[in-house]
């Protein structure tokens, strides 16, 4: 598949100014020859300087400076160069639990001990222990179980199930095809992680949250009948004639930004999945003063509907006392007001208000996350190795052979046998996730 620019998950809350090189961005109140509390982030454009504003609250609460390098999307490489050379950071703020995983059993992180009012939804906390002990705080969290519209176009109710959900994309379809409205659905599948992102929240929906576990884990068949399952509803979806705005080969080439922009802008389609961090781009590039909306991604039923969560994880590496006092700094309530009030910014700890929330859109994805029985988390934040995808390789690019399948009239029977075949394949090559 030949495309051009890709955009990971990240690249989308940049400006189009953001370096992709490892930039430093300079010191927050260096004070008396002290020397600086390292931070390597994943972050820029406005969620480097927001993190900033943080940061700050941290050296006048302490008197210790800190400076922040922007390591781009590929951090792990980055982390990896840096500890050869000997410079690794205090802290580094990671998009992937498996990364902590990885380095705490070559022995990179120290052990962290979050504020006694610090509580992460259930059932995360364990991917950060991977031998009992805990190498990370979450400081970051992603709502993943959205879809975004204006009510306006939609003309009726959001679907409550996945049934419905089908049923209005095959009506949307149709009048798409006859030139009497948009088409249903946007997709960015050039940034395979959204791909993923639909894969795995119909999983969270077809399988028990022990099954979904065991495969993060490399202790399931990833061409078992979940994994099938899953892709046949995918296939059910993804095949509706007139889906997609200038068809599947056209989403093919189409990144997350432009398939909100499609929603928000251009109006050429009703429906966008997307995170909460999707709200940026909407109101960046939406068109008149209508406000987008979301609703859930629908599951089987109505009132049991799935939550996928992401997030990022601070941890201290080894042997910097400062590193592991700033990450347990991080897990105070009050440590990242600046940013939950700016906006863009949903805390990973349960026990913050909703009422801290600026908006209600915000306040309402924060009582989900704190109300969830059963949260999964990103299944390819999870995986080992190159199976957990990036552009090109890994689940990524299976997810994108498959949606090519589907969309260009092979039988879903087929695809999804060419799908598991690779799964099972990339599953073994890596070996077990924990």
């Known amino acids: ?15 189009a100014t953001a370096a992709s090189v490892p930039t430093a961005v300079g010191l927050t109140g260096c004070r008396g020859g002290a020397r600086p509390v390292r931070v390597a982030v994943v972050w820029s454009a406005d969620e480097l300087a927001r993190f900033q504003s943080v940061l700050a609250d ?13 390591a781009g999307d590929d951090i792990d490489a980055f982390l990896n160069a840096r500890y050869l050379a000997g410079t690794s950071p205090d ?40 031998d009992g002990r805990r190498y990370g705080v979450w400081v970051k969290a992603a709502h993943k179980s959205l879809f975004w519209h204006y009510p306006s176009v939609l003309a009726s109710e959001p ?22 409205g948009p088409a249903p659905l946007a997709v960015g599948a050039a940034d395979g992680w959204v791909l993923t992102d639909w894969f795995e929240n119909v999983l969270a929906d077809v399988t028990a949250p022990r099954e979904y576990d065991a495969l993060a884990r490399g202790e399931a068949d990833w061409a078992g009948k979940p994994v099938r399952d899953a892709l046949d509803r995918l296939a059910e ?21 432009e398939s909100v922009i499609e929603v928000v802008h251009r109006r050429r389609a009703v429906l966008v999945y997307g995170a909460d961090f999707a709200g940026g781009v909407a109101q960046r590039f939406r068109r008149g003063t209508e406000e987008p909306a979301t609703f859930r991604f629908p599951g089987a039923w109505a009132l049991a509907a799935p939550l996928l969560v992401g997030g990022d994880v601070a941890v201290a590496f080894t042997g910097s006392g400062p590193g592991a006092d700033l990450v347990r700094w991080f897990t105070r309530r009050s440590s990242f007001q600046r940013w939950r009030s700016a906006g863009g910014y949903l805390s990973p700890d349960v026990n913050v208000p909703t009422q801290d929330y600026p908006d209600q ?53 087929e695809a999804i046998r060419r799908a598991t075949g690779q799964l099972a394949v990339a599953a073994r090559a890596t070996g077990p996730a924990r």
């Not at 941290?58 to 922007?70: D, E, I, K």
């Open 159 to 180: 679907p409550t199930t996945w049934d419905a959900l089908v049923a209005r994309s095959r009506q949307l379809g149709t009048l798409a095809r006859s030139g009497a």
């Open 361 to 413: 859109k915000t306040q309402l994805l924060a009582e989900q996350l704190r109300t969830a029985t059963s949260p999964r988390f990103d299944l390819s934040d999870q995986l080992p190795g190159p199976f957990t995808g990036s552009d090109s390789v890994g689940i990524w690019r299976i997810m994108q052979d498959f949606f090519a399948d589907v969309t260009t009239g092979i039988r879903a029977d």
């Open 91 to 130: 802290v580094a703020i990671l998009p992937r639990p498996g990364l902590v995983t990885e380095y705490a059993r070559r022995g990179w992180l120290a052990e962290v001990t979050p504020d006694v009012g610090y509580r992460a939804p259930r059932g995360l906390t364990d991917l950060l222990s991977p």
């Open 237 to 257: 979806i993804w095949s509706i004639p007139g889906a997609f705005p200038g068809g599947g080969r056209r989403a093919l080439l189409t990144q997350f930004q």
């Open 1 to 15: 598949m030949n495309r051009a620019g890709p955009v990971r998950r990240r690249t989308l809350l940049r400006a």
């Open 58 to 70: 941290y050296t006048t609460a302490t008197g210790l400076p800190t400076q922040v390098t922007s």
